[in-house]
């Protein structure tokens, strides 16, 4: 893709779409070996998957939202199968997920209104270490089944955040934890990877900061939006932020992405494992010209959720 010229947005909507077509023909194939689901659910993916930015080497965060109706059989049908869509999907390269968030965890498998208690628990009773948690659970899509199970999920859970500045005050802060590494003369602040080179994560450090920012804003202003973009645009069309703001935000969201995805495929090019450090070493004088006005826009977001919702806590 990235030979052909395709640009960064296109290149995580193919590769997410992959990934959700995975997704449904693992569900659909454990429905045929277990028999017809016994009520309605939702698969549901969290995270870059839901946002449609999937790319190389992600795991899986998924979960079923089950109807109010199940019954005890059902549970344990629901059981087998969030087990054996998870199995697939590891099988497929969806490596099963470090912290539990995939269909057969127990966790991951609930009835909607069993799924509507737990993001009300978290919502009304925030702590740092809840929302380092959860975070990923407000980025959320159906992806097979019923639909209307996720949607309305979704839409209770917009409804609940507009309500509670004090759960935004805690989303804010979290965003708050990403370190962008532009010093005060604009020179970049690097890490020092594994073989000695000077890097930064771009995924850390300058992707997930503009994913929070975007999220942050739109659980405030009520907007059901879910991808970066979307978010970004959504909020600029209802003039929840400056349209030069999200501008901005927008473009630097795809210049880094573009130099994460090309950084990927030369890796994938050589064999070896895809990462997210970068060496400014290996960009032109022009590309770390752009790079630096890109975390520059990160860091003024940032400033801006620290000033407007996160109660000036730095």
Known sequence: MVASG?????????????????????AELSEHELGSPPCPYALAVFGSLA?????????????????????DAAHAYFEQLGTRI?????????????????AKNAEQR??????????????????????????????????????SLASELRRRTVDVVN????????????????????????????????????????????????VDIARTHALLAGLAEVGTLK????????????AKDAQSLEDAFLLVNEMRIAHQARQIGAGVAPDNDIAPGDLSPLERAYL?????????????LRRNNAGGIA
Request: net charge negative.
């Open 51 to 71: 946002r449609e930015e999937q790319l190389v080497g992600s795991d899986q965060d998924n979960g079923l939202v089950i109807a109010d109706e199940a019954d």
């Open 110 to 147: 609930a009835t909607l209104s069993h799924w509507i208690e737990r993001y009300e628990d978290w919502i009304a009773n925030p702590d740092e270490d809840r929302i380092l948690r959860t975070t990923i659970f407000f980025d959320m899509r159906c992806v097979h089944g019923d639909a």
């Open 292 to 304: 630096k006005d890109a975390f520059a826009v990160v860091r003024q977001g940032l400033d801006g």
């Open 231 to 242: 978010r970004l645009e959504a909020l600029r069309v209802g003039g929840h932020i400056n």
């Open 163 to 210: 309500a509670s500045p004090l759960f935004v005050s805690f989303l804010s802060r979290d965003a708050l934890r990403a370190k962008v590494p532009l010093g005060i003369f604009r020179n970049l602040v690097l890490e020092k990877s594994a073989d000695g080179q000077k890097v930064f994560d771009a995924k850390r450090q300058a992707i997930m900061p503009i």
């Open 6 to 26: 395709m640009h960064a947005s296109q290149v995580m909507r193919f590769t997410s779409a992959l990934g959700e077509a995975i997704h449904r023909r693992a």
């Open 86 to 102: 998870s199995d697939l999907l590891d099988a497929c390269g969806y490596v099963y997920c470090k912290g539990g968030i995939m």
